[in-house]
């Protein structure tokens, strides 16, 4: 069935970089697309980025200098990398499937929460 | 950026009620509207897509319907699983946007 799970520090310190991993099953990267979204605690959700199944990526503005996502097709793997946090990026990050452009999240992980602190 | 006015941000109801839940774009969005529900530490859940159609395996109680720039997310009958919270989002345009959330819980 379609699992996608998300691992990666539960602790980051500040001006530290985030690495996630979005390793994913029952589907193939190069046919769905995956999104990163993060909600910090008691606040709303907030859409990162892409990994089109293409290998396009396209991401949010607010964190565009600060963000990075790549892939490994032949692991099944997507990954995040964002630079420079700070305690606002304190948050539960999710990755979600998208099975074409214009549809909804279909499928998201489990959730890592990451604490920025020092 | 479209912004997803969601209302109301809580609300406390009874069994058996009937709930209704709006989000507001602020552009047009078309159809491109779904509705999540959240479950304490578990991950959000599709139930509507394209504003009014029913993701497979969604009870029949819940629907949801458009009426210009609002989108609504109706629960007929609430059952005591329903609780939890559930959000819209925006999926027309980038950035994909997300309204605030309703928390539903029971009185």
């Known amino acids: 069935q379609v699992q996608l799970k998300e691992s990666g520090p539960g602790l980051v310190q500040p001006s530290q970089t985030l690495s996630l991993t979005c390793t994913v099953s029952?589907?193939?990267?190069?046919?769905?697309?995956v999104h990163w979204v993060r909600q910090p605690p008691g606040k709303g959700l907030e859409w990162m980025g892409r990994?089109?199944?293409?290998?396009?990526?396209y991401y949010n503005s607010a964190l565009k200098s600060r963000l990075s996502i790549s892939r490994d097709t032949s692991k099944s793997q997507v990954f995040l990398k964002m630079n420079s946090l700070q305690t606002e990026d304190t948050a539960i990050y999710y990755c979600?499937?998208?099975?074409?452009?214009?549809?909804?999240?279909?499928?998201w992980g489990q959730g890592v929460m990451v604490t920025v602190s020092s | 950026d479209i912004q997803m006015t969601q209302s109301p941000s809580s609300m406390s109801v009874s069994l058996g009620d009937r709930v209704t839940i709006t989000c507001r774009a602020s552009?047009?969005?078309?159809?491109?509207l779904s509705w999540y529900q959240q479950k304490p530490e578990k991950s959000p859940k599709l139930m509507i897509y394209?504003?009014?159609n029913l993701e497979d395996g969604v009870p029949s109680r819940f629907s949801g319907s458009r009426s210009g720039s609002d989108y609504s997310l109706t629960i007929n009958s609430l059952e005591s699983e329903d609780t939890g919270i559930y959000f819209c989002?925006?999926?027309?345009?980038?950035?994909?946007?997300f309204g605030g959330g309703t928390k539903l819980e029971l009185k």
């Open positions: 989002l925006q999926h027309k345009q980038y950035p994909r946007t």
């Open positions: 029952g589907f193939s990267l190069m046919d769905y697309s």
């Open positions: 552009q047009d969005i078309g159809n491109y």
């Open positions: 979600t499937r998208v099975p074409d452009n214009n549809y909804p999240f279909d499928y």
């Open positions: 394209g504003a009014t």
């Open positions: 990994m089109k199944y293409d290998g396009d990526t």
